[in-house]
C-alpha cells in the first residue's frame, strides 16, 4: 500500500505542469511495477553540500529535468541575495547520458532569472569549469556528471566564485533555498536565452596554456619527446584534453586506448567507469605491455580523477594507488623546484587528513608547510584562500604560496589557478616525472622504491562496510559512538596513544589524559593513532549507509630489493587489524 505522502508527490505530477510523456510512465508504471514508482517519489533527491547526485529517471527521487530545474532556481536565488550587479555563471557537462540535456536546461533557467552564462559548446572536463569561473570572474558554476559513479546516475555539482565547490556557510544556504522550492510553478525556465554565451576553443587554448606552464622540467620534456605513453579517457572528456595537453608538454609518442577513446555514457567497455578499478584499467594495461610502455595514464568520465600504470622491479606491470600517485606527484613538486632554484621559502602543500602522512614526512624534511584539511577539494581551496588572504601568520611567513594539494581518492590539484581536482595537469604532470626519471635511466617505481628508503615504508588500505536496510544508519551511528565513548586500548599488539575526534574537534591523549582543540570544521571522522605509528581512521557516509576505514601503517626500509617482502609484511599487517576490529 503506497504511503499517502508518496502518493500526494505522484498525484501533483499527473496533475501538474510535467510532460505529457512523464505522465504516461507513471500511469504505466502503477500498473506494470508500484515498487518502482514508489521509489522513484518517496522522497526528494536531496541537494547536498556538493549539489545532486542519483539515478536518472521520473520523480522526486531522481535526476530529471524537474529536479535539475527546481535546484537550478533555489541557487539562482540565493547568488542574487549574495551579489549585486551583473552576475554570471558558467556551466560545463560531461559524457553522461542526459548531461548536455540537464546543462541546457540549468543555463536557461540562470538565464531566466537574469543571470549571465557562460555554457560550454560541448562536454569538457570538470578543471577547465573551475578554471573558467576563476578567468571569467564568475560569481558561481555548475558541472552535470557523477563523477565516476555507474551509468545509471548522473549529478550536479554547484560551485562558488573562486572555482570550489562550496563551503559554509554558502553550502547550507544555498539547500534552504534549493528546499524553498515547493513546485515546477516556482520554476523560471525560458526567457533569457539572449543571456547564454558558448565557450569553446578560446578557453580550452587559456586553459590548455595554465597547465603548460606547471611544467618545471620543459627541457627534459623535449629530451623525452618519445616516452612512451598509453592514455586512456574511459569513454570520458579527458579525450578532449589530454592529447593536446601532452602535445603541448612535448610528447608526441602517445598511444589512445582507442576501444575507449569515443564518448560514451553506457561505459560500453567497464563495469564502473572508475580508474581506481583494475578492471576499468584493464584493456590500457594489456595496450602498455604490448608496446613496452614507459606510462599508463587513464581518468575517469568528468577527468578530475587519474590513475597510472608503471612497471615493477619485475617488469610486471602494476597499477599504483592513489596516495602512491600522491606521493610521487608532491614530491616531485618539492624536489625540483628546489633542484630548478624556483622554489620559495613560503611555498605550501595541503593533503587530507586520511591521505598518508609519509606526504607531511617529505615536506617537514624539505622545511615546506603541510597543512591537514577534510576530505574533499572544497577544504583544499578553503585552506588556499585562508592562506593567501592573510597578510601575516603567527609563524611569520607571511601569505603562502600553494603549489600541488590532493587526496587519497586519485586526486590532484597542481597550482593556484584552478579550485578542483585536475586530472589534465596531472596527466601532464606525472608524464614530466616519467621522463625526467628516464633521462637517469630509471623509472616511477624506482623512484617510489627509493622515496620508502628515505622517508619510511607507508602502505595504506581502505575498507568500505556496508549497512543495509533500515537500520542501517542507526547501526553505523551506534559504532561510531562506541569508537568514541570506548576506544580500543591496544591494536594489534600496540597502545593507542592519541584519540582524534573531529566532530568534537578534539584531540586526546589516551594515556595522560591531555586534550587538544582540533582547528578543522566539524566533521563525524574519528582517527586512532598507534604507538608503532599506525592510523586508522574511521568515515561514515554522509549519503549512504556506508562507513569507510583507512589503514596506514609504515616500517623501514633498507634494502630497495627487500620492498616486495616489506610490503607484504605490511599488507598482512593491515589484514590483523581488519580482523581484529571485526570489518571482515
Not at 589534465?424 to 628516464?438: N, Q
Request: net charge negative; charged share 25%.
Amino acid at each position: 500500500m503506497m504511503d499517502a505522502i508518496t502518493q500526494q508527490k505522484i498525484d501533483k505530477w499527473l496533475h501538474g505542469n510535467y510532460d505529457q510523456a512523464v505522465k504516461d510512465e507513471i500511469i504505466a508504471l502503477q500498473k506494470s511495477d508500484p515498487a518502482a514508482l514508489e521509489d522513484a517519489f518517496y522522497k526528494n533527491l536531496e541537494f547536498g553540500t556538493g549539489g545532486l547526485r542519483g539515478i536518472m529517471g521520473i520523480g522526486t527521487n531522481r535526476m530529471n529535468k524537474y529536479t535539475v530545474g527546481m535546484a537550478t532556481q533555489g541557487y539562482a536565488n540565493y547568488l542574487k541575495q549574495c551579489f549585486t550587479g551583473e552576475i554570471s555563471v558558467a556551466i560545463a557537462y560531461d559524457c553522461r547520458n542526459n548531461s548536455s540535456l540537464f546543462a541546457s536546461i540549468t543555463a536557461n533557467v540562470f538565464a531566466a532569472n537574469g543571470i549571465k552564462v557562460y555554457l560550454f559548446e560541448a562536454l569538457r572536463p570538470t578543471p577547465e569549469l573551475s578554471y573558467a569561473i576563476r578567468t571569467l570572474g564568475c560569481k558561481g558554476g555548475v558541472v552535470c556528471t557523477a563523477s565516476h559513479n555507474p551509468k545509471e546516475y548522473n549529478g550536479y555539482k554547484a560551485y562558488w566564485d573562486d572555482g570550489a565547490q562550496m563551503v559554509p556557510p554558502h553550502d547550507k544556504n544555498v539547500i534552504t533555498e534549493v528546499e524553498k522550492i515547493a513546485s515546477v510553478d516556482d520554476v523560471k525556465w525560458s526567457g533569457g536565452e539572449a543571456k547564454i554565451i558558448s565557450l569553446g576553443e578560446a578557453m580550452d587554448a587559456d586553459y590548455l596554456n595554465m597547465v603548460k606552464g606547471l611544467s618545471v622540467y620543459p627541457e627534459v620534456c623535449a629530451a623525452q619527446s618519445d616516452l612512451k605513453i598509453v592514455y586512456t579517457s574511459i569513454h570520458g572528456t579527458g579525450i578532449v584534453l589530454v592529447p593536446k595537453a601532452l602535445q603541448q608538454f612535448g610528447f608526441n609518442n602517445v598511444s589512445i586506448v582507442e576501444e575507449q577513446s569515443t564518448p560514451d555514457g553506457n561505459f560500453p567497455t567497464v563495469v564502473y567507469p572508475n580508474p581506481e578499478e583494475t578492471e576499468a584499467m584493464s584493456i590500457g594495461l594489456k595496450q602498455a605491455a604490448a608496446l613496452d610502455a614507459d606510462i599508463l595514464l587513464g581518468t575517469d568520465p568528468d577527468a578530475d580523477r587519474v590513475a597510472i600504470g608503471v612497471k615493477n622491479k619485475k617488469g610486471e606491470w602494476v597499477l599504483l594507488n592513489g596516495n602512491q600517485t600522491a606521493v610521487l606527484a608532491f614530491n616531485y613538486m618539492i624536489e625540483a623546484r628546489k633542484a630548478k632554484g624556483i622554489a620559495q621559502p613560503n611555498d605550501m602543500v595541503i593533503k587530507t587528513i586520511v591521505t598518508t602522512d609519509m606526504i607531511d614526512v617529505i615536506a617537514k624534511a624539505s622545511e615546506v608547510a603541510c597543512y591537514n584539511v577534510l576530505t574533499g577539494f572544497k577544504w583544499i581551496s578553503k585552506m588556499i584562500r585562508e592562506k593567501e588572504a592573510r597578510p601575516d601568520d603567527p609563524f611569520g611567513r607571511g601569505k603562502e604560496n600553494y603549489i600541488i594539494g590532493g587526496e587519497e581518492s586519485f586526486g590532484l590539484m597542481i597550482g593556484d589557478k584552478i579550485r578542483d581536482k585536475d586530472a589534465i595537469s596531472a596527466v601532464a604532470l606525472s608524464c614530466e616525472m616519467a621522463a625526467y626519471e628516464k633521462s637517469k635511466g630509471r623509472t616511477l617505481y624506482d623512484k617510489l622504491v627509493d622515496l620508502c628508503m628515505q622517508y619510511g615504508f607507508y602502505k595504506e588500505s581502505l575498507v568500505s562496510v556496508t549497512k543495509k536496510g533500515m537500520n542501517g544508519a542507526k547501526e553505523i551511528e551506534a559504532m561510531m559512538e562506541g569508537y568514541r565513548n570506548n576506544p580500543p586500548l591496544t591494536i594489534d599488539g600496540a597502545a593507542v596513544i592519541q584519540l582524534l575526534d573531529y566532530e568534537l574537534q578534539l584531540g586526546k591523549n589516551l594515556s595522560s589524559s591531555e586534550t587538544w582543540t582540533i582547528d578543522l570544521p566539524k566533521s563525524n571522522v574519528l582517527q586512532f593513532v598507534l604507538a608503532d605509528g599506525t592510523k586508522i581512521s574511521a568515515r561514515p557516509s554522509g549519503t549512504e549507509p556506508k562507513i569507510k576505514f583507512y589503514f596506514s601503517v609504515n616500517a623501514k626500509l633498507t634494502d630497495a630489493a627487500a620492498f616486495d617482502a616489506t610490503e607484504k609484511l605490511l599488507d598482512e599487517k593491515i589484514a590483523r587489524i581488519v580482523e581484529e576490529m571485526g570489518l571482515k
